[in-house]
């Protein structure tokens, strides 16, 4: 039953970014270019008719299972995100997490076939701060940040019913290529057998200019079909002038995104100082879980 699941879930996750200008001209499973504005929230409505509104829906949102696109109203849209709230939206609540265990291999993992969501990420991109500000507990995240170092992949069972998995690091600064290398063939294993997987938070700092090694995590992720979210992290830090404003980092990223992908997957702004997106991060997190289960 797992696999019809994620493969439905899958299909419905992603709609590719397009202004509204562009959106009447591409099909909406079909699209291959897209741009985004990650300001697409309650806030900034754009002015069409209720036709033009399904369509802007279906090619710049995420509409999750269960919701009819030109039922999409603004309220409905996760603020600074692409994410529409649907219907199986709920109990995002963290009450109880558990060290389950650290695994050295993909085939180490629990086997009890729980939904889970694995973060991924770049060195120093955020991912402890993010996983214990979800967690709400200080340092449940304890993974190794030196590389060289066993590569572990961590499960958290949250609330007894499905697991955060913190997965190794990639790209650090100082690790030789070789490092690097062993990301991959370590973790994919891992992407590509791990039925449970719901799906991956790759996340992504929006402190900085888009870095070529997220973005070939990304497209390796896509080209595999492994679902994911795109989570942008530090979007509390803001450049002095000749800087640039997160919202700009992660409006390039999106547009890099573009040149490599024929679909786009939801993504979301957060910062774990500020806890800026962490219950809509947890809600959309739900809402794939919860179809999941069901
Ligand atoms: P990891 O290596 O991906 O686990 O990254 P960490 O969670 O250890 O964070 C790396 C650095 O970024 C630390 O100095 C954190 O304090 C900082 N950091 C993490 N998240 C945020 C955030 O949301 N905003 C800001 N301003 N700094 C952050």
């Not at 050295?104 to 991109?125: H, I, M, Q, W, Y």
């Not at 572990?152 to 690091?169: K, T």
């Not at 450049?239 to 040149?259: A, C, M, V, W």
Request: charged content about 20%; proline content about 8%; overall charge positive.
């Amino acid at each position: 039953m797992l696999m019809p699941a994620r493969i439905r879930l899958f299909t419905h996750r992603f709609s590719s970014l397009l202004p509204p200008s562009s959106s009447s001209s591409l099909p909406f499973r079909n699209s291959t270019s897209h741009s985004a504005s990650p300001h697409v929230s309650a806030t900034k409505p754009p002015k069409l008719s209720v036709s033009d509104t399904a369509k802007f829906a279906q090619t710049i949102l995420f509409i999750p299972p269960g919701i009819n696109p030109e039922k999409v109203t603004d309220n409905m849209i996760l603020t600074s995100s692409n994410i529409v709230l649907g219907p199986y939206a709920g109990d995002a609540k963290v009450k109880e997490v558990q060290f389950v265990g650290s695994s050295s291999r993909p085939k180490d993992c629990p086997k009890d076939d729980r939904p889970e969501f694995a973060t991924l990420g770049r060195s120093n991109v955020g991912k402890s701060s993010l996983i214990n500000s979800l967690v709400r507990k200080k340092e449940v995240a304890l993974t190794s940040k030196k590389p060289g170092k066993t590569q572990l992949i961590n499960h958290f069972l949250v609330n007894r019913s499905w697991y955060l998995v913190d997965l190794p690091g990639y790209g650090f600064a100082n690790a030789p290529e070789s490092a690097r290398m062993d990301w991959s063939s370590f973790t994919k294993g891992y992407f590509l057998n791990r039925e449970s997987l719901v799906s991956v938070l790759l996340l992504v700092d929006a402190s900085v200019p888009p870095q070529k090694i997220d973005l070939d995590c990304a497209n390796w992720l896509g080209r595999n079909n492994i679902p994911m979210t795109i989570v942008f992290t530090k979007c509390d830090k803001m450049k002095n002038s000749k800087g640039k404003r997160p919202d700009e980092n992660i409006k390039s990223f999106q547009e890099l995104i573009k040149e490599n992908y024929k679909i786009h997957p939801p993504w979301i702004m957060t910062s774990s100082a500020t806890g800026f997106g962490r219950d809509e991060l947890l809600l959309h997190m739900s809402q794939l879980r919860n179809y999941w289960d069901n």
